[in-house]
């Protein structure tokens, strides 16, 4: 055997690797997660990263928050990584938010992006400084690749001697409406007309949908996505002006992509802003409005004249009261209200025929034979004809009136003396008109 083989180089393989075992024991006794770092990068092939003298932190990406329309500050929201993914939706533009300790001399101070998207596409884009907190240096990135975001990235972080791998920002849909219907509940006067039928129904949403003053109307949403969240706001807009209602929340207990919003009772035209937000936190790129006209139901008309008589009359004078009701669907009631000087109301019920007539006769001398109070000589008498329909605003009636006449009550003589006055009035104005006739006849010829 020893004339075979050279036992001096095994030897000095032997005292050489008595040596490096030895320091090697020392290295592991003196720095052991070093030991054992080294350790598992040589035989374990792992990617554990050396000890670096920069530390780099996620904090994660910020969005806006589309405003409602009565909202002048816009508001943002953080989406942080999840197992070195964040999800954003389409279309939105965000910042990316990192920070970073230790940092080395310059021209290592500063942080990269290094990126790689769908297409295979590569870039690179370094953040700005941002806010120093304490030990931390804050930065940001908020430029291209994060604007009008369609498609994923896959992202990598570089920061003095430290780097973040195995980064990803996924685009997904941002939750929106994919269909709305509404619910529909017709108010019960509507039931009375004879010209049409109500009741409940559901109806596909369109925009500028219109439905009869005092519906009570729902809104069922159907989403794209699994809803966490939902905000709206409501905004009237009628006769009395544009009322803007707070913002209202609705959390829901487990995500779903059907719900109902309550709109209540459409008395005006109503606008609905709605803004969701899905169980990723994401919330909406934008906000959608749904827009619902109100079929206003207009007072009853009400024409009113008095037959045969003017505004002076006598203890013996007959009134023939003529008027002419109609509404837009059915009429519940019609009266005459009289006010004599400064007495209290008086309301007389008036029949309503089917072609909308309201007529009655008030005869004073019958009245007075019959022991009623009548106006008197010197009396002021004040007449108005109302009417009312099916419609209830709240506790007040809808009521339309009409235009009120005045009456003078007078002795005969002074009636005869009024009439006198007016006959010789309206002669002297035919002369006038007679004699300005007979000048531009004149002149004519």
Known sequence: IRSMGRFQSVQRELIAFAAIAGISCVVALLAPKWTWQWGQRLFGVSDAPWPRTTQLGLV?????????????????????????????????????????????????????????????????????????????????????????????????????????????????????????????????????????????????????????????????????????????????????????????????????????????QLDANLLLELRLWDDHGLGSTRVQQFVLAAIADNPPNVDFVLDGIGTAITEQALLQVRSKVSDDY??????????????????????????????????????RDSGQETPKAGSVLSLMVSASDFLQQGDAPHIGRSTPIQLNGGTPVQLLILLDRRELAMRARLEHILVELWQLRDLLA
Request: aromatic share 6%.
């Open 60 to 264: 994660g990406v910020e969005m806006d928050i589309p405003p409602f329309s009565n909202q002048t500050v816009r508001e943002r929201y953080m989406v942080p990584f999840h197992d070195g993914t964040v999800r954003v939706p389409k279309g939105s533009s965000c910042q990316l938010k990192i920070w970073a300790k230790n940092l080395l001399a310059p021209p290592y101070d500063t942080c990269a992006m290094n990126y790689r998207d769908a297409d295979g596409n590569r870039g690179r884009a370094n953040l700005r400084r941002g806010a120093k907190e304490g030990a931390r240096q804050n930065f940001v990135l908020d430029g291209p690749p994060l604007e009008s975001i369609n498609d994923s990235l896959a992202m990598s972080l570089t920061g003095g001697d430290a780097r973040i791998g195995n980064l990803t920002l996924r685009a997904i849909d941002a939750p929106l409406v994919a269909a709305a219907n509404i619910e529909v509940e017709y108010p019960a006067y509507l039931q009375r007309s004879t010209k049409t039928a109500w009741g409940k129904e559901t109806l596909p949403y369109r925009n500028g949908i219109r439905l009869p003053q005092g519906t009570q109307v729902g809104l069922r949403i159907e989403s794209n996505n699994r809803i966490r969240r939902s905000e709206w706001m409501i905004v009237r807009s009628g006769p009395d002006g544009v009322v803007t209602q707070p913002v209202e929340t609705r959390e829901f207990d487990e995500p779903t992509q059907e719900f109902r919003l309550p709109l209540g």
């Open 330 to 367: 059915d009429l519940k009631e019609a009266w005459i209200e009289s006010i004599v000087d400064e007495q209290p109301k008086q309301r007389t019920m008036l029949a309503i025929t089917p072609r909308g007539e309201a007529n009655i006769d008030i005869d004073f001398k019958a009245m």
